[in-house]
Structures are given as C-alpha cells and as structure tokens.
C-alpha cells in the first residue's frame, strides 16, 4: 500500500522579491502545501516574515499555508496568523511553556496546530499532547537557517513518533520532516514514514524548481 506524501516546498528559500512567481511554480509543480517559516531573532538567530505576508500569501494562493512559528511565547501571534490565513500553525514544543493551552487556542480559530522539535529534544516532551494535534513536525536541522545538512537521526525520531502515535490512538496525526531534504534522500525519509516533506533548497536551489517538485513526487510513490 502507497502512502499519500505531502510536499509542502519552503519559501523561506524562495525569491522573496517575486514570491508569486515562486508560488505559481510550486503550484505547477503539484505542492500540496507551502511552508512559510516565522522567525523572530530571538528562539532562532534569525528573522524572516509575519502576517502581513502570510496574508499576501494567501491572496495569490488556494494552497494552504503550513506556518513553522520559529518564535518564543507563540501564543501571542497564534491569532494574527490564523486571520492572515493559515491552515496549520506549528509551534515549538521548547517554545511553547503551555502547550496545551497553545494547541487548543489554534484549534478553536479553526486551524489545524502541530508541534516541532529540534533535533535534540527528547520525544518525550511530546508524549502527553500527541491526541490532541494534527502534525508532529520533526526537524531534521537545527532551525533558523535554510541549506543546512540533513540529520539522520531523523529517521530512527520518524519511526519512534509513528509508534507513539499509534499508541495515542492518533491516526491521522502526520509526521512532517524539515530541514536538510533534497532529491537525494527524500525517498529514504518517506520510507521512514514521513507524511509531509519541507524542502527550500532542496527545490528552489535547483535549475528546475517545478521539475525537482516533480522528481520528488515520483521518488516518493
Ligand atoms: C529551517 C526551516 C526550514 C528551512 C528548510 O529553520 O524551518 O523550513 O527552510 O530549508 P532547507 O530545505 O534548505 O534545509
Ligand atoms: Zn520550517
């Protein structure tokens, strides 16, 4: 049985100055999500975008839009970027001091919540929230950068989580994997049963970013 793969490509590797552009080519390319990384400088040593551009975002797209909020005390902006429109608001799990209070004030805006970890945080730390999200997303770098090098204990972390899953009696929960995923080891993380795969220049930093979307479907079915 094939499982359904989810490819969700990264702006954060995108032309910023053209980001339509990028996205019409993610959407020929069969993206079934676009991942929009939120930093703030302070839980990761960088800053990228806010709602306003989540909200742009979404004025050019059906796509839905997968945002990865790299910050500190999230619950501040979880409201602002369920109105700029996204669909999934992931927080981090060393981010976040109230969890649960964090997943359930996403879900009541009608978006779907998911949890990150860095590389190096025990699964543990998400055990007792796994019935109540609908994406763990394990991060297979640390956060704050595009083009770094994958990982691999990503892989053991995908199989673990999907046990845990199970045990949760959590389904339909997915396993998304971000950081360091490229041509050359995209089938081997779908194997590890990840759902979701993130990938910024692993696409965009290819010749041909609607092809390697392409290319990364077919390694993966
Ligand atoms: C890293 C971000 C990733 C990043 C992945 O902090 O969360 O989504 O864009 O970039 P690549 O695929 O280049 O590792
Ligand atoms: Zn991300």
Redo the contacts with the bound molecule.
Sequence with gaps: MTRRVYLAP?L??ANFTRLADDVRRMEEGGADFL?V?V?DGHF?PNITIGPPVVQALKSVTELPLDC?L?ISDPDRYVEAFAEAGAAWITVHVEAAIHLHRTVQLIRSLGVHPGVALNPATSLSAIEEILPDVDMVLL?S????????SFIPSLFRRARTVRRMLDDAGNGTCLIEA?????LENVREVYEAGVDVI??????F?TPDPVNTLRRMRELCS
């Design positions: 990264s954060l590797s991942h990384d930093m990761v990865h790299m991060m770098v640390e956060p704050g950068f595009g083009g770094q971000d950081g360091g995923i490229k993130v990938s910024g220049s692993g696409v930093g």
